[in-house]
Every structure is written in structure tokens, then in C-alpha cells.
């Protein structure tokens, strides 16, 4: 089956999801299984970001901190830039794509950069992966608090995210808390995460998953799916493709006009740009109604795989320019980072970094 899918350029992860979309639209959960099923996903949304704790290195995340204007740079990409563009979207998009789909455009402006990725296809790239690593690990971490305030003061207003007392407590009880948890435990977990990381990705993996069922059954249970014609889905595809397009043009432009380096520039474009299916859609969960969940997470879904096979052709050009006769091993290592998109831990390049 692997063999099939890397012949074709497919991604296995993302018919994993489409199957777990599938089998939510046919076999829903309703009843006592929806409430088994959110009590389940509070418990794996908690222990994903134990997990994520527990594997960024603080070492890492400082390593290379003095390039303060590159994290500066990739941080105001990150959470101004992208933001102000998914505002965009969600006026211009709203009246084609109707609120709820238009909120998700919006949410997934507003969330941390990738780390895994981000820092694979810097490396792919020739790019700075020192910087990859530092900036990305940065992101990750204020992504935890910046992005539930961008969403209650850009969402909040629609009645949308809950952030109420009790929103709070849950988002510290939920995300906060096993992060530090897992920082805290690095010293007993550390090696025994590095010694196991089959174990640990599917546990990342699985745990999405869960969260993409159970929003989807929820929206089936409560009929939004109705209004949703594949029209309006290929509007909404267009939609991302367009907000991608202008996140990687800008990045790109702003590097150069700042004067960075090749290096540099590579690393500005591929940790700007990039949004996190892996933390947005545990953040989704509880920053959202299980009704809207559907409707919100199903944007970042689309902008997710656009943004792995857009950076898979971009670090293969960029990697062939730098070695003309590398394009082959580029276009092998793209792929593969394009499979591991929702992964968080790998060893990068040359550098030996794990984050």
C-alpha cells in the first residue's frame, strides 16, 4: 500500500482522514457513544500536547535565538501577516462560503506554524535549520496562548469561540498544563520517546483522527453537512489555495526585501507560511462548539495538504538550483516529508536536531 501511494504521490495520512470523514458521514456517533467519544477526545487532546511538550527540547528552542531579526520575521508572518490575510479571505470569502466555513478560513490564519515539517522541508531546501528549528519551536510554543486570544478577539464577537471563565480553565486544564507537564517529564520521557517513535506517531495520528470523527459526526448529527454543496467545497479549495499562494509570496518578498540570505529566506518562507493541523485542530476543539467543529476544522484540513504539496515542489526547486544533481534525492526527501506532515518529531538533515 505504501509503495502504491509514494508511486502516485499520495499522501496515506490524508486517505486516513478521508476515511475517517467517510466513516463519520455513514456511522456518525450518537448518544452515548458522542459523549464516550468527546470525553476520549479531551483525554487524547491532552495527552497530544503532554507529547509535544515532552519532545521539544528547550535546548533546541534557544539553539540559534540570537538571530532575533529572523524570528521576529517569522513570528510577525506568523501571527500578524497570516491573520490580516486570513481577515481578508474571510470578508471577501463570507458571502461565497457562508459564515461558518468563513470562520475556518479566518481560525486557520490565526494558528502557530508546523514544526516538523517546517523545519524537513527547510533542510530539503538547503535553508537554515538551525533557525527552522529555533523559529518553529518559538511558534509552537506562544501558539498555545497567542492563538485562543487572536480567535476570541477576531471570533469572539460572532459568538463563535468560548472563551468564557470556563474556556480558559479548560484550555489550561487541556493544552497548557500537559505541555508543561511534558516539558517537566523530558528527563524521565526524552529518551524513551526517541527510542519509540513509531509508537509516538501514531498516537499523533490516531489522536487527530479522533478529533476529525468526532467533529464530523457532530455536524452530521446536527444536519450542517446539508448545507454544504461540493460547490461550496471547491470554492472553499480555491479559497485556501489563493490565502497559500498569497502567505508564500509575501514571506518570500518580505525575506528578500529585509535583506536576508538564501539560507535565510528559505527558512522565512517554509516556518511563515505554514499552518498546524496538529495543534489546530485539538485547539478547535475546545476553543468551539462540537456543532461548528465540523465546518471550522474542514478549511485547515484543505490548507494543510495544499501547503505539504505546494512545499513539496518549492524545497524540490530549490534544493535542484542549489545542486543541480540532487533534484532526484529532493524530490524523494519532499515526498517523504510530505508524508509526515502531522508528525512532530524528527531527526533533520544533517544537523541531528529532534524537536
Request: charged share 10%; glycine share 10%.
Amino acid at each position: 500500500m505504501k509503495t502504491v501511494t509514494a508511486r502516485l504521490g499520495i499522501d496515506p495520512y490524508l486517505l486516513a482522514i478521508l476515511a475517517t470523514v467517510g466513516l463519520a458521514v455513514l456511522l456518525p456517533a450518537r448518544g452515548a457513544a458522542a459523549h464516550g467519544l468527546a470525553d476520549t477526545t479531551s483525554g487524547l487532546v491532552g495527552l497530544l500536547f503532554f507529547l509535544y511538550g515532552a519532545r521539544l527540547s528547550p535546548r533546541a528552542a534557544l539553539e540559534g535565538a540570537t538571530h532575533w531579526r529572523l524570528h521576529l520575521t517569522i513570528l510577525a508572518a506568523t501571527f500578524v501577516v497570516l491573520p490580516l490575510l486570513g481577515l481578508a479571505a474571510h470578508a471577501l470569502a463570507s458571502p461565497l462560503l457562508g459564515p461558518e466555513l468563513a470562520r475556518g478560513v479566518l481560525f486557520l490564519s490565526l494558528l502557530p506554524s508546523t514544526v516538523q515539517s517546517s523545519i524537513a522541508f527547510t533542510a530539503i531546501a538547503g535553508g537554515n535549520t538551525a533557525g527552522a528549528v529555533c523559529a518553529a519551536s518559538f511558534s509552537s510554543l506562544l501558539g498555545i496562548v497567542v492563538t485562543p486570544l487572536l480567535a476570541s478577539v477576531l471570533l469572539g464577537g460572532a459568538g463563535a469561540v468560548r472563551l468564557d471563565g470556563g474556556a480558559v480553565l479548560t484550555l489550561v486544564l487541556q493544552l497548557l498544563l500537559p505541555f508543561l507537564l511534558g516539558q517537566l517529564s523530558r528527563r524521565w520521557t526524552a529518551s524513551w520517546i526517541a527510542a519509540h517513535k513509531p509508537v509516538v506517531t501514531a498516537v499523533d495520528r490516531g489522536s487527530i483522527l479522533v478529533v476529525i470523527y468526532g467533529a464530523f459526526s457532530e455536524g452530521m448529527v446536527a444536519g450542517v453537512w446539508r448545507t454544504t454543496s461540493p460547490g461550496r467545497v471547491g470554492l472553499l479549495l480555491a479559497v485556501c489555495a489563493l490565502l497559500l499562494a498569497a502567505a508564500l509570496a509575501v514571506t518570500d518578498r518580505s525575506a528578500r526585501a529585509l535583506g536576508f540570505s538564501r539560507a535565510d529566506r528559505i527558512t522565512v518562507v517554509f516556518c511563515g507560511s505554514k499552518k498546524s493541523l496538529a495543534s489546530g485542530l485539538p485547539m478547535a476543539a475546545v476553543l468551539f462548539t462540537p456543532t461548528d467543529l465540523g465546518l471550522i476544522a474542514l478549511p485547515l484540513m484543505l490548507f494543510h495538504q495544499l501547503q505539504l504539496m505546494a512545499c513539496t515542489v518549492l524545497a524540490r526547486r530549490w534544493a535542484a538550483a542549489d545542486h543541480p544533481d540532487a533534484s532526484g534525492s529532493a524530490a524523494a526527501a519532499g515526498a517523504a516529508g510530505a508524508g509526515s506532515g502531522v508528525a512532530v518529531e524528527e531527526r533533520v538533515g544533517s544537523s541531528g536536531t529532534t524537536v
